[in-house]
C-alpha cells in the first residue's frame, strides 16, 4: 500500500519537474524573442503584385506558399478516409422535419449557399478564401443532414467520391500544367495567377465542403455497384 | 489603447482561460463540448482582437460550428453504442435476473 502511494508521490515530483522544465523553457524562449520582430510581412508586401490577389494571407496560402494549402488538403481527405476506415454505414433512412424546421431550412441553406460563394470571390481582395467558404457550405450540408435530408443513393457512390476528390486534383493539375508549361512546381506566371487561384479555390471550396459533411455523416456510404450487395446483411434494422 | 480596451482583453483572456478549464475538467461530456463551442467563439473574438479576420472567420466556422457538431454526432454516436450493449446484456441477464427477484418476492 505505502509502495503504491510512493509510486504515485514519485510520478506527480515527476510531472511537476517536467513541467517546470516546460515552463522555464517557454519562458526563456518568449523573452529572448526579439521585441520589434520585422517578420515576412515586408517581403510579402513586396511581393504582392506578383501573387494575382490582393489580400496578402489569400496570397501568402494560395501563391508562396500554396504547398502547405494542397497538404492541407490531402490532411483532410485523408481524416475522411480514417472515420471511413471504421465501418460502413449501416442505416438509410430520412426523416422528414417539422414544419417550422423544414421552411427555415429550406430558407437558409440558398442563403448559406450564396454567403459560401461570397467568401470564395471576395477571398481575393479580403479576409476570406476556400476553408472559410467551404466550411460554410459544410454547415449547409450539416443542416440539411440534421433535418433529415439523406444524399440520394446515386449520388453516395462515384459523384461523391470525384467530388472528394476534385479540389486536390484541380491543385495537382495546375501545379503540373505550370511545371509542364516551363516554370517551377506551383510557381503561378502572373498572366493567369488570379485565375488559376481562383479556379483552385473554387474547387477546394467543393471538396472541403462536402469533406467536412461526409465527416459529419460519419461511416463510409456504400458503393453504387456494392449498393445492391450490401442493403441485403446492411439492413437489419 | 484605451482604457477600455485593456479591460475587454484581460477580461476575454481570462474568460478563454476559466473556458478550456471546465471544458478539460468536466465530468459531463455533453457539457465539456458545448463549453469547447464556447470557447471556440471566444477564441475568434480574440483573434478579431489581434487583427487577424481572416483566422477569426476559420476559428468560427471550423473550430466552434463544425468540430462542435463533429464533437455532438460522436457523442450521439458514443451514447446509442453504450445504450445498445447494455441492453444486449440486459437481454442475456433478463431470464435470470427475473427468476430471481421472482425467488426475492416469494420469499417476502
Known amino acids: 500500500m505505502t509502495k503504491h502511494i510512493n509510486k504515485q508521490i514519485l510520478f506527480r515530483l515527476l510531472l511537476v519537474l517536467l513541467l517546470s522544465v516546460l515552463a522555464v523553457g517557454l519562458g526563456y524562449s518568449v523573452l529572448s524573442l526579439p521585441l520589434e520582430a520585422s517578420g515576412l510581412s515586408a517581403r510579402v508586401t513586396e511581393n504582392l503584385d506578383a501573387s494575382g490577389v490582393s489580400h496578402p494571407v489569400t496570397a501568402v496560402l494560395l501563391n508562396f506558399r500554396a504547398y502547405d494549402t494542397l497538404l492541407e488538403m490531402a490532411v483532410l481527405l485523408l481524416a475522411l478516409l480514417g472515420v471511413w476506415s471504421l465501418g460502413d454505414m449501416h442505416e438509410h433512412r430520412e426523416s422528414a422535419p417539422g414544419v417550422v424546421l423544414d421552411m427555415l431550412s429550406r430558407l437558409l441553406i440558398p442563403l448559406f449557399v450564396l454567403v459560401a460563394g461570397y467568401l470564395l470571390w471576395i477571398g481575393a481582395n479580403a479576409p476570406g478564401g476556400a476553408f472559410q467558404a467551404g466550411s460554410v457550405l459544410a454547415a449547409a450540408g450539416v443542416l440539411m443532414l440534421l433535418t433529415g435530408w439523406r444524399p440520394s443513393v446515386w449520388f453516395m457512390g462515384l459523384p461523391l467520391r470525384i467530388t472528394l476528390v476534385f479540389g486536390l486534383v484541380a491543385f495537382v493539375t495546375a501545379a503540373v500544367m505550370v511545371q509542364l508549361a516551363g516554370w517551377r512546381m506551383l510557381e503561378f506566371p502572373l498572366s493567369v495567377a488570379g485565375a488559376l487561384i481562383l479556379l483552385i479555390e473554387a474547387a477546394a471550396t467543393l471538396s472541403i465542403g462536402i469533406t467536412l459533411a461526409a465527416l459529419f455523416l460519419g461511416s463510409r456510404p456504400p458503393t453504387d455497384q456494392a449498393t445492391g450487395k450490401r442493403t441485403g446483411p446492411g439492413a437489419k434494422k | ?108
Open chain 2, 1 to 108: 489603447m484605451t482604457l477600455l480596451q485593456w479591460t475587454f482583453d484581460i477580461v476575454l483572456g481570462l474568460t478563454l482561460l476559466w473556458l478550456a478549464f471546465r471544458a478539460l475538467t468536466s465530468e459531463d461530456l455533453f457539457k465539456g463540448i458545448v463549453l469547447f463551442i464556447a470557447f471556440g467563439l471566444l477564441m475568434a473574438l480574440a483573434w478579431v482582437r489581434l487583427n487577424a479576420p481572416d483566422i477569426a472567420l476559420a476559428e468560427a466556422a471550423i473550430g466552434a460550428g463544425l468540430t462542435g457538431a463533429l464533437l455532438l454526432a460522436a457523442l450521439a454516436k458514443l451514447e446509442s453504442a453504450t445504450t445498445e450493449t447494455s441492453a444486449t446484456v440486459k437481454d442475456e441477464n433478463a431470464e435470470g435476473l427475473n427468476s430471481k427477484s421472482s425467488e426475492a418476492q416469494s420469499h417476502d
